[in-house]
C-alpha cells in the first residue's frame, strides 16, 4: 500500500504528516517532528540533509546551505560547497527527499504522492521552483498548496461549524495572510497578501546587529570587525572560515534569546571568543519588541489591507489562527488583539501546515468513490497580464487576471499588429501590481510568428491565460489567420533565456543622402541623429545605430556608397561626424530608379543577421525618381529583410510609399524646413520605434 503525504517545506523547518485510518499525524524524522531545512558537505563529499546538517553549520558553516526558500525560483543563486554547486531547488529537492525517506520508514510503505504547501505570496517562478524540487526528491505533486489554507483546513476541517477565519503565518522567511470562509468542510479563499522575505530570519538579524552594536561601543578599536560580521566591508586579516563561523554562532545566540523571550521578559546572550572578542549582553523584552517592531507593523499593514480586499472589517472575522514559528513573539499577539482579536494559538504550531496538506493529499489520492468530504478554492495572490502600448504608454501592464481571482481560472483577450505587415509579436507576460511591466515580475516570453501581412491594425491576436489548481500559468496565444496555437507553459520558461524579448532592441541603419542639394540640411541632420540615439536610450530599447551614406558622380551612371555597420552611439558619433557634403560625388540621389537598387542591397547587408533584434531604417533625402518597377522592388527587398522604414523625403513621391507598405512613418522634408527642427522628427520617429520594439 502507498500513501500521500502532506509536506510543509519551510524556510527554517520542514514537516511530513499522513491522513490513515481517519486520523492525522506528524511523522517524526530522526525521532523528531520537525527537520531543519539544511544541507551540507562533509569534507568527503558526503551529503548531510536536516539535523546533522544544522549541527555542522555551527562548526562548518561554509560547507552549509540554510534558508534556501528564501532564494528559491530567482533563477540566479547558487552555492559552491566541496566543488559541488547545489541551486535553492536542488537543496529543497534534498530536503524534500529527506522527508520522503523519513516517511517511508515511519509507515513501512511507498510514498510516492504529496501535496507540498507554499507561501500564499509566493510567485509563479517560485511555485514553479518547488515543484521541479518535488519531483526531483521521486514524489508526483498532486497540488501546492498555499500555507494559510492547509492551515485553516487543519483548523476546521470535520469541526461541521460555518465561519470566517484570517490565517496569520509567520515562518523563517516569508509571511502570508489569508481570509477564508469555511462552510462545513468547504474551504474558499477571500483573499491573500504577505511578503516572501519576511520572517523570523531577519527578526534574527536584527537582534545580532542590536548586540554588535552595543559591543562595538565599548571596544571601538575593533569597530571594523563588526562591519564584517554585517557583510558591510571587507575581510581584512580575518580568515574567511573565522567570518562564517562568528555569524553562524552569532545567529545560533539570536534564535535561543528570541525563543526565551517568547516566554521570559529578559535573555542572555553570551559568546566567547568571537574573533577575539567576548560578548555577553542582556536583552529585554521591551528592547528586543523596538527592533522587531517594524517587521511586524508591516505584517499588520498587510493584515488590514487583506480585509479591505475581502470586503470585511474585523468584527467579521471569527477566529485569527496563528501559523509558523516566528508567531510565538508575544508583540505578534499584542498586534493583532489590537487590530482584529485575540489570535488562537495551536498546541503544534510547526505542523498544522503539514498536517493541513495532508488531509487534502488524501481526498486527491483517494480512490473514485471514496473521496474526503472536503473542498477548497485559493485564489492567485497577483495579477497577471501582458505588455502592451495603450497611449503614450509603451510599457503598460494590461491585466487579464486580476489579483485574488479565483483558480483555477482561464481567461482571454484580443490584441492586434501595431503596425503594416508586421508578422510577428513578441508576447511577454507579467505578474504584479504595477501598472507599468518593468516595476513586475517577468514570467515568461514568446514569440507568436507567422502572422500574415496586412494593415495594422486587422489581424486579431486571441492571448489566452490558464491558472491551474496549483496556481500555475499557461499561456496560449492564437492568430485568427493562423490555423495552429503557440503555448508558453510558463512552467517551462528560462527566464534568462528570454532577456532578449524582456528588454528590446533595435539596429538603426541611417541612408543619408550627401548630394548638394542637401548642403542646408546636413549639420542639422549630424545633430539630429545622435540626440536621436540619446532619446531611444532614455525610452529603454537598447540602441545600435549605423550609417550607410551615398551619392552619384557627376561624370558616372553608379552610386557610390559607403557603410558603418551598427555601433553603440557613441562610436556613432564619430561616423557622423565624417559625413560632408559631395564627398562621394555630388549629383544627386534618386530613390525610386533601377540605379538605386544597388544601393537598397548594400544598406539591407550592411544590418547584422540576429533575427532578435528589430532592423529600422530612416531614409533622409530630399530628391526622388518614380521608376515604378523599381519602386516595387526596393519595397520587395525591405520586405523581405523584415526592415521599417521611417522616410524624412517628398511629399508625393514613392518616398511615402515605401514607408507605407513597410510600416514606417513619413515627413515631408520640404514642408519642414525653417518651420520644424530635425530634432523633433527624429524624436517623433523615436517614439514610434520604441512603441514599436515593446509590442
Given at each position: 500500500m502507498g500513501y500521500a503525504v502532506g509536506i510543509d517545506l519551510g524556510t527554517t523547518n520542514s514537516v511530513v504528516a499522513v491522513r490513515r485510518r481517519g486520523s492525522v499525524q506528524t511523522l517524526p524524522v530522526e525521532g523528531r517532528p520537525v527537520m531543519p531545512s539544511a544541507i551540507a558537505v562533509r569534507g568527503g563529499g558526503q551529503l548531510l540533509v536536516g539535523q546533522s546538517a544544522k549541527n555542522l553549520a555551527i562548526i562548518e558553516p561554509a560547507q552549509t546551505v540554510v534558508s534556501a526558500k528564501r532564494f528559491i525560483g530567482d533563477g540566479k543563486t547558487a552555492w559552491e560547497i566541496q566543488g559541488q554547486r547545489f541551486t535553492p531547488t536542488d537543496v529543497s529537492g534534498h530536503v524534500l527527499a529527506k522527508l520522503k525517506a523519513a516517511a517511508e520508514a515511519a509507515l513501512s510503505a511507498r510514498v510516492t504522492e504529496a501535496v507540498i504547501t507554499v507561501p500564499a505570496y509566493f510567485n509563479n517562478p517560485q511555485r514553479h521552483a518547488t515543484k521541479l524540487a518535488g519531483e526531483a526528491a521521486g514524489l508526483r505533486v498532486l497540488q501546492l498548496l498555499p500555507e494559510p489554507t492547509a492551515a485553516?483546513?487543519?483548523?476546521?476541517?470535520?469541526?461541521?461549524?460555518?465561519?470566517?477565519?484570517?490565517?496569520?503565518?509567520?515562518?523563517?522567511?516569508?509571511?502570508?495572510?489569508?481570509?477564508?470562509?469555511?462552510?462545513?468542510?468547504?474551504?474558499?479563499?477571500?483573499?491573500?497578501?504577505?511578503?516572501?522575505?519576511?520572517?523570523?530570519?531577519?527578526?534574527?538579524?536584527?537582534?545580532?546587529?542590536?548586540?554588535?552594536?552595543?559591543?562595538?561601543?565599548?571596544?571601538?578599536?575593533?569597530?571594523?570587525?563588526?562591519?564584517?560580521?554585517?557583510?558591510?566591508?571587507?575581510?581584512?586579516?580575518?580568515?574567511?572560515?573565522?567570518?562564517?563561523?562568528?555569524?553562524?554562532?552569532?545567529?545560533?545566540?539570536?534564535?535561543?534569546?528570541?525563543?526565551?523571550?517568547?516566554?521570559?521578559?529578559?535573555?542572555?546572550?553570551?559568546?566567547?571568543?568571537?574573533?577575539?572578542?567576548?560578548?555577553?549582553?542582556?536583552?529585554?523584552?521591551?528592547?528586543?519588541?523596538?527592533?522587531?517592531?517594524?517587521?511586524?507593523?508591516?505584517?499588520?499593514?498587510?493584515?488590514?489591507?487583506?480585509?479591505?480586499?475581502?470586503?470585511?472589517?474585523?468584527?467579521?472575522?471569527?477566529?485569527?489562527?496563528l501559523v509558523g514559528g516566528s508567531t510565538r513573539n508575544r508583540l505578534?499577539?499584542?498586534?493583532?488583539?489590537?487590530?482584529?482579536?485575540?489570535?488562537?494559538?495551536?498546541?503544534?504550531?510547526?505542523?498544522?501546515?503539514?498536517?493541513?496538506?495532508?488531509?487534502?493529499?488524501?481526498?486527491?489520492?483517494?480512490?473514485?468513490g471514496e473521496w474526503a468530504p472536503i473542498t477548497f478554492v485559493n485564489v492567485t495572490p497577483f495579477a497577471l497580464g501582458v505588455r502592451a502600448a495603450k497611449g503614450d504608454e509603451i510599457d503598460f501592464f494590461q491585466i487579464l487576471i486580476p489579483k485574488n481571482s479565483s483558480v483555477p481560472r482561464e481567461t482571454e483577450h484580443e490584441f492586434t499588429t501595431w503596425r503594416a505587415h508586421q508578422t510577428s509579436v513578441d508576447i511577454a507576460v507579467f505578474q504584479g501590481e504595477h501598472a507599468r511591466c518593468k516595476e513586475n515580475t517577468f514570467i515568461g516570453s514568446f514569440r507568436l510568428s507567422g502572422i500574415p501581412k496586412g494593415p495594422a491594425g486587422q489581424a486579431g491576436i486571441l492571448v489566452k491565460f490558464a491558472l491551474d489548481a496549483s496556481d500555475l500559468l499557461a499561456v496560449t496565444a492564437t492568430c485568427n489567420d493562423l490555423r495552429a496555437d503557440t503555448v508558453l507553459d510558463v512552467t517551462l520558461v528560462s527566464r534568462e533565456d528570454d532577456s532578449q524579448l524582456l528588454r528590446p532592441t533595435a539596429d538603426v541603419l541611417f541612408l543619408v543622402d550627401t548630394s548638394g542639394s542637401m548642403s542646408s540640411e546636413l549639420d542639422g541632420v549630424k545633430r539630429s541623429c545622435l540626440d536621436f540615439a540619446e532619446r531611444v536610450a532614455r525610452e529603454g530599447v537598447e540602441c545600435r545605430l549605423g550609417l550607410v551614406d551615398f551619392d552619384k558622380p557627376p561624370s558616372g551612371s553608379k552610386y557610390r556608397w559607403e557603410i558603418f555597420e551598427p555601433m553603440s552611439p557613441v562610436d556613432f558619433a564619430g561616423a557622423i561626424a565624417k559625413l560632408s557634403i559631395g564627398r562621394l560625388g555630388g549629383c544627386g540621389c534618386y530613390i525610386g530608379e533601377p540605379s538605386t537598387i544597388p544601393v537598397i542591397q548594400a544598406f539591407i547587408q550592411a544590418f547584422p543577421s540576429d533575427d532578435r533584434r528589430l532592423k529600422i531604417g530612416i531614409l533622409i533625402s530630399d530628391e526622388v525618381g518614380n521608376d515604378a518597377k523599381a519602386v516595387a522592388d526596393i519595397i520587395s527587398i525591405l520586405?523581405?529583410?523584415?526592415?521599417?522604414?521611417?522616410?524624412?523625403?517628398?511629399?508625393?513621391?514613392?518616398?511615402?510609399?515605401?514607408?507605407?507598405?513597410?510600416?514606417?512613418?513619413?515627413?515631408?522634408?520640404?514642408?519642414?524646413?525653417?518651420?520644424?527642427?530635425?530634432?523633433?522628427?527624429?524624436?517623433?520617429?523615436?517614439?514610434?520605434?520604441?512603441?514599436?520594439?515593446?509590442?
Open positions: 485553516a483546513i487543519r483548523y476546521g476541517f470535520d469541526k461541521q461549524r460555518d465561519q470566517t477565519l484570517l490565517v496569520y503565518d509567520l515562518g523563517g522567511g516569508t509571511f502570508d495572510v489569508s481570509v477564508l470562509r469555511v462552510d462545513g468542510n468547504d474551504f474558499t479563499a477571500l483573499a491573500v497578501d504577505g511578503d516572501a522575505h519576511l520572517g523570523g530570519d531577519d527578526m534574527d538579524m536584527a537582534l545580532v546587529e542590536h548586540v554588535l552594536g552595543c559591543v562595538r561601543e565599548r571596544i571601538a578599536a575593533k569597530a571594523r570587525w563588526f562591519d564584517y560580521l554585517l557583510g558591510r566591508g571587507g575581510r581584512d586579516t580575518i580568515a574567511p572560515r573565522d567570518l562564517a563561523l562568528a555569524r553562524q554562532r552569532l545567529k545560533e545566540a539570536a534564535e535561543e534569546a528570541k525563543k526565551e523571550l517568547s516566554q521570559s521578559d529578559t535573555a542572555f546572550i553570551t559568546l566567547s571568543d568571537i574573533l577575539g572578542t567576548h560578548i555577553e549582553e542582556e536583552v529585554s523584552l521591551t528592547t528586543y519588541n523596538k527592533l522587531i517592531r517594524p517587521f511586524v507593523d508591516r505584517t499588520i499593514e498587510k493584515v488590514k489591507e487583506v480585509l479591505n480586499a475581502a470586503r470585511l472589517r474585523p468584527d467579521d472575522v471569527d477566529r485569527v489562527i505578534v499577539k499584542e498586534r493583532l488583539t489590537a487590530a482584529v482579536k485575540e489570535p488562537w494559538t495551536a498546541e503544534s504550531v510547526d505542523e498544522v501546515v503539514a498536517q493541513g496538506a495532508a488531509i487534502v493529499a488524501s481526498s486527491l489520492s483517494a480512490p473514485e520586405q523581405g529583410s523584415r526592415v521599417c522604414f521611417h522616410v524624412l523625403g517628398v511629399r508625393g513621391s514613392c518616398h511615402e510609399k515605401l514607408a507605407r507598405e513597410t510600416g514606417g512613418c513619413f515627413w515631408d522634408i520640404h514642408a519642414t524646413r525653417g518651420k520644424v527642427r530635425f530634432e523633433d522628427l527624429l524624436a517623433a520617429v523615436a517614439h514610434e520605434i520604441t512603441v514599436l520594439a515593446l509590442r
